[in-house]
């Protein structure tokens, strides 16, 4: 199980990166699959999940409102769409999953993990 990550860059504050989650070799949108973000200096934290199950959507009370997680059509393909990015979501994003139909809020209880995409906001 192979999960890849994309998507960063440099953005200034108020702008927008959309990421993307690819997985190799299986259907990832069969799955949950959570965003997590680790800044430096700082735990790894939950962003966002979406479950396959029934579609829910979920998200941290610090991008609540900013930040949509979604599918393509495909069934390949999980983004996340980042809006009004302020500096403090400076960190490295991974996708996960636990190749399962239901999400796991805690870093630990995923199992499988893409490489990570640097986001940096800053002017």
């Known amino acids: 199980v192979q999960l890849q990550a994309s998507g960063g860059g440099l953005v200034q504050p108020g702008g927008s990166l959309r990421l993307s989650c690819v997985g190799s070799g299986f259907r990832l949108n069969d799955y949950a699959v959570g965003w997590f973000r680790q800044a430096p200096g700082k735990e790894r934290e939950g962003v966002s999940w979406?479950?396959?199950?029934?579609?829910?959507?979920y998200y941290a009370d610090s991008v609540k409102g900013r930040f949509t997680i979604s599918r393509d059509n495909t069934g390949t393909t999980t983004y996340l769409q980042m809006n009004n990015l302020e500096p403090d979501d400076t960190a490295v994003y991974y996708c996960?999953?636990?190749?399962?139909?239901?999400?796991?809020?805690?870093?630990?209880?995923?199992?499988?993990w893409g490489q990570g995409t640097l986001v940096t906001v800053s002017s």
């Open positions: 996960a999953t636990t190749k399962t139909p239901l999400i796991a809020v805690r870093p630990a209880d995923n199992q499988y």
């Open positions: 979406i479950s396959s199950y029934d579609g829910s959507t």
